[in-house]
């Protein structure tokens, strides 16, 4: 018997009984935005996949089993201009053996690192992944009931046919959830892909285990609970993040302001060396600010020091000489360094007496 292709309906159907009132289904294609699903032909949001598939079409009509091509793109003929493809587009990377087109993602950003990240604890004592339910074998199955796994298809037939060890016995399905993100679908849990809702449908398993028709027992229900706990308290990585900071400067000190709100205090550090500044500033809410400056010039380590304010982190580094830093970092030279300053007093700007560096031409000519 044939199979009806329509959206909401997709039952098997006989063609001596079809008729304009036989079939229930969308004839609009699905929306997705902003974490509501839904079809464009009706109003109905829902928030999971799950109670997206189970949206009961919103038209009725014949059932039909013909495939109909998607409309060819109508382009402008009015201009001459190339369109160019935006940076972040998908880029064709495959071609499966059904000749769907399969596109792949844009590289990663990996946040920079700390050996601190992890707790002592958890990095000595990993936990395991939190495994996927098994069904609970005590309680009957109903035929036809259907797997409940994601991407599976087999309904139960019987205990020989599908917890056996026959071909139907194995389930391949998917462990993770959907994801669409600016016009791509695929699952969390593998890399695939594709534009086309119909060819996301498609998308095969990537996991195998056991059929799921009942669902787990209750002492696995509490196992899964206090795994997921555990699990994601290990994975419970601090927010790197990059802070604002601004720096100026007297003839006797580099003044540094870090800017982080709720800095915690007990674990939060700068150390000081000859030529570096070290610094790991951790918050309250989970971000984490984690740099280290190679300075333009040496300082006095014993006689710089820090202060935790409320919006920022002030640091006050004593310079080990006279010389003026017209940058921060090292490596960075802009030329001559002259300092301004009036002698004796705070002030740097509209000094009428000059503090030279020696290695500024303007010092040679003082001589």
Same mark, same amino acid.
């Not at 909401?8 to 229930?24: I, V």
């Not at 769907?100 to 000595?124: C, F, R």
């Not at 046919?161 to 993770?176: D, Q, S, V």
């Not at 002030?347 to 290695?359: E, F, I, N, P, Q």
């Given at each position: 018997m044939p199979v009806c292709v329509h959206k909401g309906c997709e039952q098997t159907y006989n063609e001596e009984e079809n008729n304009d009132e036989a079939c229930l289904y969308h004839p609009k294609p699905p929306i997705f935005h902003e974490g509501l699903k839904g079809w464009q032909c009706c109003k109905r949001r829902v928030t999971t996949f799950e109670e997206f598939q189970n949206i009961p079409g919103c038209t009725r009509g014949r059932h039909s089993?013909?495939?109909?091509?998607?409309?060819?793109?109508?382009?402008?003929?009015? %201009?001459?201009?190339? @369109?160019?493809? $935006? +940076?972040? !587009?998908? /880029?064709?990377?495959?071609?499966? =053996?059904?000749?769907?087109?399969?596109?792949?993602?844009?590289?990663?950003y990996t946040p920079? %690192?700390?050996?601190? @990240?992890?707790? $002592? +604890?958890? !990095?000595? /004592?990993?936990?395991?992944?939190? =495994?996927?339910?098994?069904?609970?074998?005590?309680?009957?199955v109903a035929p036809?009931?259907?797997?409940?796994?994601?991407?599976?298809d087999e309904s139960y037939v019987d205990e020989a046919t599908n917890r056996g060890e026959g071909p139907k016995a194995r389930c391949i399905y998917h462990p993770g959830v959907p994801i669409f993100h600016e016009g791509s679908k695929g699952w969390s849990c593998c890399?695939?892909?594709?534009?086309?809702?119909?060819?996301?449908?498609?998308?095969?398993?990537?996991?195998?285990?056991?059929?799921?028709?009942?669902?787990?027992s209750q002492n696995q229900v509490r196992s899964i609970i206090l795994q997921t706990y555990k699990y994601y308290r290990f994975l419970e990585i601090e927010e790197i993040v990059?802070?604002?900071?601004?720096?100026?400067?007297?003839?006797?000190?580099?003044?540094?302001?870090i800017f982080l709100k709720k800095t915690d205090k007990q674990v939060s550090t700068v150390v000081f060396k000859e030529k570096e500044l070290v610094v790991d500033l951790k918050a309250t809410d989970g971000k984490r600010f984690v740099e280290t400056f190679s300075l333009y010039q040496p300082i006095d380590p014993e006689n710089s020091k820090y202060e935790f304010l409320s919006t920022k982190v002030e640091i006050?580094?004593?310079?080990?000489?006279?010389?003026?830093?017209?940058?921060?970092?090292?490596?960075?030279?802009?030329g001559s360094t002259t300092t301004f300053g009036v002698q004796g007093g705070n002030a740097t700007v509209g000094g009428k007496d000059y503090t030279l560096a020696t290695d500024s031409p303007l010092y040679a000519n003082k001589q």
């Amino acid at each position: 018997m044939p199979v009806c292709v329509h959206k909401g309906c997709e039952q098997t159907y006989n063609e001596e009984e079809n008729n304009d009132e036989a079939c229930l289904y969308h004839p609009k294609p699905p929306i997705f935005h902003e974490g509501l699903k839904g079809w464009q032909c009706c109003k109905r949001r829902v928030t999971t996949f799950e109670e997206f598939q189970n949206i009961p079409g919103c038209t009725r009509g014949r059932h039909s089993s013909e495939v109909q091509k998607p409309p060819e793109t109508v382009t402008n003929k009015s %201009t001459d201009r190339d @369109i160019v493809a $935006p +940076s972040n !587009a998908p /880029k064709v990377t495959s071609v499966d =053996e059904n000749g769907v087109e399969v596109y792949g993602t844009g590289a990663k950003y990996t946040p920079p %690192t700390s050996t601190s @990240i992890l707790p $002592p +604890s958890a !990095a000595e /004592k990993p936990v395991q992944p939190v =495994e996927d339910p098994e069904d609970d074998l005590s309680i009957p199955v109903a035929p036809g009931t259907k797997c409940k796994r994601k991407a599976c298809d087999e309904s139960y037939v019987d205990e020989a046919t599908n917890r056996g060890e026959g071909p139907k016995a194995r389930c391949i399905y998917h462990p993770g959830v959907p994801i669409f993100h600016e016009g791509s679908k695929g699952w969390s849990c593998c890399s695939r892909k594709v534009l086309e809702f119909e060819e996301f449908l498609k998308i095969k398993g990537c996991k195998s285990g056991n059929h799921l028709f009942v669902g787990p027992s209750q002492n696995q229900v509490r196992s899964i609970i206090l795994q997921t706990y555990k699990y994601y308290r290990f994975l419970e990585i601090e927010e790197i993040v990059t802070c604002r900071h601004d720096w100026y400067q007297t003839p006797a000190h580099v003044i540094m302001s870090i800017f982080l709100k709720k800095t915690d205090k007990q674990v939060s550090t700068v150390v000081f060396k000859e030529k570096e500044l070290v610094v790991d500033l951790k918050a309250t809410d989970g971000k984490r600010f984690v740099e280290t400056f190679s300075l333009y010039q040496p300082i006095d380590p014993e006689n710089s020091k820090y202060e935790f304010l409320s919006t920022k982190v002030e640091i006050k580094l004593k310079k080990a000489n006279g010389i003026s830093w017209p940058s921060l970092r090292s490596g960075e030279n802009y030329g001559s360094t002259t300092t301004f300053g009036v002698q004796g007093g705070n002030a740097t700007v509209g000094g009428k007496d000059y503090t030279l560096a020696t290695d500024s031409p303007l010092y040679a000519n003082k001589q």
